[in-house]
């Protein structure tokens, strides 16, 4: 019964983040800043609500993403103009939040 318990626990986990999964594999193919912060609104629309996400822009963006991955700082992401190649420091920030993102505000 534990290992039906255990197996069950971690199915359930892993559907839970397959989100996440998908994010970072389409940010291995984002080469440009605007390319990345197409990745994060699709990952950012699987979990909160579209009304929530989808018109954020701009330092709208980045505090929502601040707001929801807390002690990180995503402002290379704003201040780069939206051809820029991605860097690896800002491919690093976007892998960040797509990780550890809390889907629940924190209590």
């Known amino acids: 019964m534990l290992l039906i318990t255990v197996v069950w626990s971690i199915t359930q986990a892993r559907r839970r983040n397959a989100y996440r999964r998908a994010g970072l594999t389409l940010l291995e193919s984002a080469t440009t ?5 197409v ?3 699709r990952v950012a629309l699987a979990v ?3 009304e ?3 018109a ?3 330092e709208d963006w980045i505090q929502f993403m601040q707001a929801t991955c807390p002690g990180e ?3 290379p992401l704003s201040q780069s103009d939206e051809a820029t190649p991605a860097t690896e420091s800002i491919r690093a920030s976007a892998r ?3 990780r550890k ?3 629940q505000p924190a209590k």
């Not at 800043?33 to 912060?37: A, F, K, M, T």
């Open 33 to 37: 800043v605007d390319e990345i912060n």
């Open 39 to 41: 990745v994060l609104k």
């Open 48 to 50: 909160f609500p579209r």
């Open 52 to 54: 929530q996400v989808a």
């Open 56 to 58: 954020l822009h701009g």
């Open 73 to 75: 700082q995503f402002a």
């Open 96 to 98: 960040t939040w797509i």
């Open 101 to 103: 993102h809390q889907t």
